[in-house]
């Protein structure tokens, strides 16, 4: 039994010049689903430019002005969100017009 | 009297002439200022149901009571009039020092009625208005007509002007100041051109005062602190082009005039590639501590810039099927320099390209001319020239008068050429882009909020869509009347209540929240009953058939039917009848009497 989940975590706007990067693969260790809780320890390390500007140090919140959206669909509450091998989150600034 | 000049020019360019009225406390405190206050306005110097190219057809300016406070993002000043597009309610917001120097004059708005016989500009300061010739002013630029009477005048003036385009009475001209700023949508620019007016100079030294400075100093100092945190960030960096990329992964960045809802070579129009590659410089209007404006430089331009928004790269981008940068970066240079709508142009090219590629339309030269079709159509358009004639009448009137058979795929309501949001995808949005007053309108409701959040279910068109709506043109209509720039609105911990507290420390009013929330609705009630004092009718809430009928190409729709149960919440949401008209009872809820001319039995 594979007790790893892939998740594809992609990058817009602000958070991609925080990250540097566009979008980043990642596994983290489950046998069904994870919360966003789990994912922030391994983001913060393999995207340390992301600390304080998009997750917040300490709490490993998002910070307030983004928002997440699940496979190109809905914008979901990352707290009560169990994420699921094959998912994308889609991290983008909270949006405001233009 | 705090906060307001309390009195408005009114100005006759036939019989170069001009007049003053004053504004009362009890109609500034209803109509607070901005759009609000141009709407009352609007609504009394426009005489029923005449022409929009009728010179009885007031050109209204109108400044806010924060304005001249040098509170963060203040600077700001509406445009109404009948819209030459819609033939409803057409008002504009820009911004900068224009704002603030057209308050020092000592007028809060100015009305210009009439139309000169020959090409005039107008000079406009505390003694009034000074008639000039204007003739030797055609053809130039925006920005040449700017510079020009600056070094005329005296680079202290600020200057109001058109382009060729509204010159030509292209229907969705634009009006422009401050070095290239736009009064942009519903064609404020081709009124102004029909009064043969090519330029407005503003200067002045009048100072208003505010009932209590010292709250406001301090109040001065935490919005601009708190302006430039988490909030602002996505517009301090990259400015509105960061939604272009977000817009297009999530299928609702409207391609191919509205066929698609995203496009495959995005890096070509991203806020992100952009500037990751390009020369990108940061600006300011007056006064604004955020500073959204982005100058990109043009690639082999000798270094010219132009200002770029979200908008602008959609419509002469992914929209007309451009696909390089440089073409959509002159091309948006070319609309500032000429005076006119980049969305409305964008949007009536991809319509006409589409009508080529079906063979509705017989044009050997499209095709011949690569990257080079838009910007030949846009100069045709702006000079009246071949085809352009027609489609200088925005997308509505060509569809009727080039090919009927297109007019399902002409993307406008009410006449107004629809934005870069795809209704399909963002389903609050596609609400409130039928039933806004000014047509396909997306600064007016703040929808698009409620679709990209946890809240909304964006694809689902549901009854609680109404409230959604109504409440967001409430609160846009407070913003645009105050005037807050919509960019600081994430500042706010609880913004009636905060800007309530701003309102009472510049006018010395004890203005609540609540009273505040009900002058957004009732402000968005009076524009309603101007439209239905010019003739709305139910049928005019709607969206294009292409909406309705096509599924987007990620299988994103949306019925009639969905649409029909929409604007029905939304009515009941407002408190209208089922058709969509305002009841006499909500009247006198708002305070909406006293207006001339309201004939009850069009009312509801």
């Known amino acids: 039994m594979d007790d790893h989940i892939n998740l594809t975590v992609e990058f817009y706007g602000t958070s991609r010049q925080a990250a540097d990067t566009s979008q980043l693969n990642i596994e983290i260790p489950s046998d069904n689903s994870v919360l966003w809780s789990d994912i922030t320890t391994t983001l913060l390390e393999k995207l340390p430019g992301l600390a304080g500007k998009v997750i917040e140090v300490g709490s490993g919140c998002l910070v307030s002005s983004y928002a997440i959206n699940l496979n190109g669909r809905h914008f979901i509450n990352q707290e009560k969100t169990a994420f699921k091998d094959g998912d994308v989150l889609i991290i983008v600034p909270s949006m405001a017009g233009g | ?112 009625k009439g139309a000169a016989e020959k090409w005039k500009f107008i000079s406009v300061s505390e003694n009034g208005v000074r008639f000039y010739e ?61 009064k043969k007016l090519k330029a407005i100079s503003f200067r002045g030294s009048s100072v208003v005062d505010s009932a209590e400075e010292e709250a406001l100093r301090v109040r001065r100092k935490v919005l601009s602190r708190k302006s430039i945190g988490k909030a602002t960030e996505k517009y301090r960096n990259m400015g509105t082009m960061a939604n272009t990329a977000v817009f297009n992964r999530l299928g609702s960045l409207p391609s191919l005039n509205f066929r698609k809802g995203s496009i495959k070579n995005i890096d070509e129009f991203s806020g992100e590639s952009i500037h990751k590659q390009t020369k990108v410089k940061k600006a300011h209007c007056a006064n604004c501590t955020i500073g959204c404006e982005k100058l990109v430089e043009i690639p082999n331009s000798d270094g010219q810039r132009t200002r770029l928004e979200y908008q602008s790269a959609f419509a002469l981008g992914p929209l007309v099927g451009l696909s390089d940068r440089e073409s959509m970066l002159k091309d948006t240079h070319f609309c500032d320099e000429m005076g006119i709508d980049t969305i409305s142009a964008g949007v009536t090219i991809a319509w006409y390209l589409e009508c080529v590629e079906k063979d509705l339309v017989k044009d050997d030269e499209i095709g011949k001319r690569g990257t080079k079709t838009v910007s030949d159509l846009l100069q045709k358009i702006v000079f009246r020239t071949g085809v352009g004639d027609k489609l200088a009448e925005g997308t509505a009137k060509a569809s009727e008068s080039i090919a009927k058979e297109g007019r399902s795929f002409a993307m406008h309501v009410k006449g107004l050429e629809m934005p870069g949001y795809e209704p399909r995808a963002l389903k609050s949005m596609a609400l409130a882009l039928a039933v806004s007053t000014r047509g396909a309108c997306h600064n007016r409701s703040s929808a698009y909020e409620h679709d990209f959040s946890e809240s909304g279910n964006r694809f689902e068109a549901s009854f609680d869509k109404g409230a959604v709506v109504a409440d967001g043109e409430d609160y846009s209509a407070v913003m645009d009347s105050l005037i807050w720039c919509k960019f600081v609105r994430k500042v706010f911990d609880d913004f009636y209540s905060e800007s309530a507290e701003v309102i009472n420390e510049i006018t010395g009013w004890n203005m609540t929240a609540d009273e505040l929330r009900k002058c957004g609705e009732r402000i968005n009630n009076l524009k309603k009953l101007f439209n239905i004092r010019e003739g709305w009718e139910r049928k005019d809430d709607t969206l294009p058939e292409r909406i309705l009928t096509e599924p987007l190409d990620n299988g994103a729709q949306l019925s009639g039917s969905e649409l029909g149960m929409m604007i029905r919440s939304y009515y009941q949401a407002r408190g209208w009848t089922e058709e969509g008209y305002i009841p006499q009872s909500k009247c006198d809820e708002l305070g909406l009497h006293g207006l001339s001319e309201i004939n009850w039995s069009k009312v509801g």
């Open chain 2, 1 to 112: 009297m705090y906060g307001y000049n309390g009195f408005v020019l009114l100005v006759d360019l036939k019989k170069e002439r001009c007049d003053t009225i004053s504004l009362s406390q009890e109609i500034l405190r209803k109509y607070i200022g901005g759009t609000g206050l141009a709407a009352w306005l609007l609504y009394q110097h426009c005489p029923e149901g005449i022409d929009p190219y009728h010179p009885d057809n007031p050109l209204i300016f109108c400044t806010s009571p924060l304005v001249g406070t040098q509170l963060t993002t203040s600077s700001k000043f509406a445009v109404a009039t009948k819209s030459p597009l819609t033939g409803f309610i057409g008002d504009s917001m820009s911004s900068s020092f224009l704002a603030t120097e057209l308050k020092a004059t000592g007028f809060d708005a100015v009305v210009i």
């Open chain 2, 134 to 194: 204007g003739s030797d002013l055609l053809g130039l630029t925006t920005s040449e007509t700017e510079s020009h009477l600056k070094s005329e005048l005296g680079e202290d003036h600020r200057i109001a002007c058109i382009g060729p385009a509204g010159e030509n009475l292209v229907r969705f001209a634009t009006i422009s100041n401050d070095g290239g700023r736009q009064a942009g949508r519903t064609g404020t620019g081709a009124v102004m051109g029909s």
